[in-house]
């Protein structure tokens, strides 16, 4: 963009663009908002841009910092733009020959919906729609043109109720049994701009403006009125975003999509938008405007043969005009190469000559951004570091989960945290009896508890998805969750929980038992019902990613992992071992946190040490399981970390049922409860504390992994490389104490 060098009062709010004049500064985006910015860098490279100006953000905080209205100052600022655009175009606003007509369209230096929308063809009056007829000979186009602009300007400037336009549009349709747009005659237009002017005095008490600088101030006004608006306003509180920076607005000479049946306006994308394949696709429509592409009347039409369906008769834009199809698509390439990323082209063509009016980076999927970034590396559009760069490090954990599908239908049920990614469907249940009992009969769930404890573990195993009313990221759920790749949902305080009647309240909904429910551990949302999900796959790209990031990566990467499942599918991502393996979590499991217990309610080191030889095959086989699948990778096993307390059960049914299998009575179990029970059970009585008062746990641990270390490398040939971490160690005594008796369990293993 080119400063007005002719402006002597703050010249940085506005800057020209097209017919070759440029802005290439850094700040491009700042001062003209993403829409301004393409337009200064596609005028860079010589493609056709209709001429403009553009206010920029800077004008934007002023109109707002005089209370949101245009500064006098401002308003001649404007019309110094408007002078050297006539000049340039060689037409005069509001002249009754070669009338300038105007289109205005908002960006802003991010995405953000609410924002006005654009307003075309702004200028027209009942004078400069008889001089638009006058010099295109084309009295139907003219008022076409004008009563496109009453509607438009009428709902973003005039706030009158876009219904009421429709309503108006459909009766004159339906009078004169007209079935599409191209049957509208001049008469029609005027019958319905007639009736637009009369709706417009009647809701707003004033007629349609015809001082077209009055339209001009008013167009500026209400589009920058809509930065500070509601709309606009929940969008930037939703994606953090500062009010400070402001609104651009592009101000250009009008292009006409509705000339003739020479001319057409759509959009082109330069990549499918589904898959990533560098493939061109899109929409157009003849004898058209933009607005038309979100309206009931027409159906836009596809723009290349292949994407007709095979059926279809309806002419692609590449059959119905192939010149332009040739030079547009030829024109999105060289944009993609420039812009080093896939695009959405808006373009219009006027009487076979193409304009481009806006080139935008599209949003798109995680997968799709990551094929796209890695398709433009390899074709030396960006570099490998580029690559790395674009595609965020929550969209790859993203790719190991289920999605939902951006397509299906979904009512909102309540909001919590994203605790764990993913999303999951399943029956409500409330208890980890339940989920097990309903996993066993083939069903997947979704556990729903006020919070989760350490013994249900066994319960989020079983779920597809947990869902809890309190906590946070940290909680019990949300650690569990993401060890055992479960989706979760925590602090959804909405939902209310009736245990005794099995039943869930939120939103007005009642849910109990066995319905079904869906959530999403990547946003937070619930849902109703089942949604369905995408299950995750990983393309050839995503692995020349994960190739690259090992290219310039300096740290070596182990995963978390208590499974072989786990520890084979982190070791097809690429990591180099284990650097947590929680052993505590596998005595949680159904058929050994019975004899977990037995060892903690024994009353003599003898009674544990009968139960901890039951307990020591499990723990091998989980060992030499493990130290298979991770071959030739380290493996960090931390030996047992909780409390004791946290391994006996808490409810009534769980204590019952754990009397009845060890065979002792109520009263010994909530004794032992009882004494177990710590003030401060997190800085209390666990890790190597626990194995200083009671080693023998620790020897039968480690025991396992030596035991364990010998059966895998015969089975595998591989070196296998155990790591054995000791936790909670505060002293030197603690440390050496512990080292000499698992030193002894070695030497007797070895021997």
Same mark, same amino acid.
Request: charge should be negative; aromatic fraction near 8%.
């Given at each position: 963009m080119?400063?007005?060098?002719?402006?002597?009062?703050?010249?940085?709010?506005?800057?020209?663009?097209?017919?070759?004049? &440029?802005?290439?500064?850094?700040?491009? #985006?700042?001062?003209? *908002? +993403?829409?301004? =910015?393409? /337009?200064?860098?596609?005028?860079?490279?010589?493609?056709?841009?209709?001429?403009?100006?553009?206010?920029?953000?800077?004008?934007?905080?002023?109109?707002?910092?005089?209370?949101?209205?245009?500064?006098?100052?401002?308003?001649?600022?404007?019309?110094?733009?408007?002078?050297?655009?006539?000049?340039?175009?060689?037409?005069?606003?509001?002249?009754?020959?070669?009338?300038?007509?105007? &289109?205005?369209?908002?960006?802003?230096? #991010?995405?953000?919906? *609410? +924002?006005?929308? =654009?307003? /075309?063809?702004?200028?027209?009056?009942?004078?400069?729609?008889?001089?638009?007829?006058?010099?295109?000979?084309?009295?139907?186009?003219?008022?076409?043109?004008?009563?496109?602009?009453?509607?438009?300007?009428?709902?973003?400037?005039?706030?009158?109720?876009?219904?009421?336009?429709?309503?108006?549009?459909?009766?004159?349709?339906?009078?004169?049994?007209?079935?599409?747009?191209?049957?509208?005659?001049?008469?029609?237009?005027?019958?319905?701009?007639?009736?637009?002017?009369?709706?417009?005095?009647?809701?707003?008490?004033?007629?349609?403006?015809?001082?077209?600088?009055?339209?001009?101030?008013?167009?500026?006004?209400?589009?920058?009125?809509?930065w500070y608006g509601y709309r606009a306003n929940t969008q930037r509180r939703a994606n953090n975003i500062s009010d400070e920076i402001g609104l651009a607005l592009t101000v250009q000479g009008m292009v006409f999509g509705n000339r003739n049946t020479n001319s057409a306006t759509g959009v082109l994308q330069t990549r499918n938008p589904h898959t990533g394949e560098a493939i061109v696709s899109g929409t157009y429509l003849t004898y058209a405007q933009g607005p038309e592409f979100e309206g009931q009347y027409r159906t836009p039409k596809p723009l290349t043969i292949k994407d007709k369906a095979d059926s279809s008769r309806v002419s692609s834009l590449e059959e119905r005009m192939p010149k332009m199809f040739k030079a547009l698509v030829k024109t999105a390439s060289e944009l993609e190469k420039a812009f080093g990323d896939m695009l959405d082209i808006e373009f219009t063509i006027e009487d076979n000559i193409l304009y481009i009016l806006e080139a935008v980076r599209p949003k798109r999927n995680d997968q799709v951004e990551l094929i796209v970034a890695v398709d433009l590396a390899k074709s030396g559009m960006i570099s490998k570091k580029d690559a790395l760069m674009r595609v965020n490090p929550k969209s790859i954990e993203q790719l190991l989960h289920p999605s939902l599908d951006p397509m299906a239908n979904k009512t909102i049920l309540a909001r919590g945290l994203p605790a764990s990614p993913g999303a999951a469907s399943g029956e409500i249940v409330f208890n980890s009896e339940e989920a097990e009992e309903r996993k066993a009969a083939g069903k997947n769930v979704i556990l729903v508890k006020t919070e989760t404890s350490p013994e249900d573990v066994y319960g989020i195993h079983a779920a597809t998805g947990i869902l809890t009313v309190r906590g946070g990221s940290t909680s019990h759920a949300a650690v569990a969750a993401r060890i055992m790749a479960r989706p979760c949902v925590t602090g959804a305080s909405a939902i209310k929980i009736d245990m005794e009647t099995h039943t869930l309240y939120a939103s007005g909904y009642t849910l109990r038992k066995g319905d079904m429910i869906t959530i999403d551990g990547t946003s937070g949302e619930i849902y109703t019902g089942k949604v369905k999900t995408i299950e995750p796959s990983f393309s050839s790209e995503f692995y020349t990613l994960m190739k690259w990031a090992d290219e310039v990566r300096t740290l070596k990467i182990r995963v978390n992992a208590e499974t072989p499942e786990l520890a084979i599918k982190a070791q097809k991502m690429g990591a180099e071992g284990i650097g947590l393996c929680r052993t505590e979590h596998m005595f949680f499991e159904k058929g050994r946190i019975v004899v977990m217990r037995e060892m903690i309610l024994a009353e003599s080191e003898v009674g544990r040490k009968r139960a901890l030889d039951k307990l020591l095959p499990m723990q091998c086989k989980d060992f030499v399981d493990l130290f298979t699948a991770m071959s030739g990778y380290p493996v960090t096993i931390r030996l047992l970390d909780p409390p004791l307390h946290e391994f006996l059960p808490k409810s009534e049914r769980d204590i019952a049922e754990t009397a009845a299998a060890l065979g002792v009575d109520h009263k010994t179990i909530l004794t032992r409860l009882e004494s177990l029970s710590e003030t401060n059970p997190m800085l209390g009585h666990r890790g190597c504390r626990l194995a200083i008062t009671h080693p023998e746990i620790y020897d039968m641990q480690v025991r396992a992994i030596f035991e364990a270390t010998i059966l895998a490398e015969k089975a595998t040939g591989d070196p296998i490389m155990p790591e054995i971490m000791i936790p909670f160690v505060s002293t030197k005594a603690e440390l050496v104490f512990l080292r000499d008796r698992i030193e002894k369990v070695a030497d007797e293993v070895a021997n």
């Open positions: 080119v400063k007005l060098a002719e402006q002597s009062i703050s010249d940085s709010r506005l800057f020209a663009c097209g017919n070759g004049e &440029s802005w290439n500064e850094q700040e491009s #985006v700042d001062m003209l *908002g +993403l829409k301004g =910015a393409s /337009l200064s860098k596609m005028t860079d490279l010589g493609h056709p841009v209709p001429v403009g100006f553009i206010l920029t953000t800077d004008f934007c905080r002023d109109f707002n910092a005089a209370g949101n209205q245009l500064p006098s100052d401002a308003i001649d600022l404007v019309k110094a733009g408007l002078e050297k655009l006539e000049k340039r175009l060689g037409r005069e606003y509001g002249g009754c020959d070669k009338p300038l007509l105007l &289109s205005i369209r908002t960006g802003a230096p #991010v995405h953000l919906a *609410g +924002l006005m929308p =654009a307003i /075309l063809n702004l200028g027209l009056n009942d004078q400069t729609c008889a001089a638009l007829a006058d010099e295109t000979g084309d009295l139907r186009f003219a008022l076409d043109c004008y009563r496109r602009y009453i509607e438009s300007y009428s709902i973003a400037v005039l706030n009158v109720g876009e219904i009421l336009f429709e309503d108006i549009f459909e009766d004159v349709r339906a009078e004169g049994g007209l079935t599409s747009i191209s049957e509208f005659e001049s008469g029609d237009y005027q019958t319905i701009i007639d009736r637009y002017k009369t709706c417009i005095e009647e809701n707003t008490g004033a007629e349609f403006p015809q001082n077209v600088y009055q339209q001009l101030m008013g167009g500026i006004s209400a589009a920058f009125e809509s």
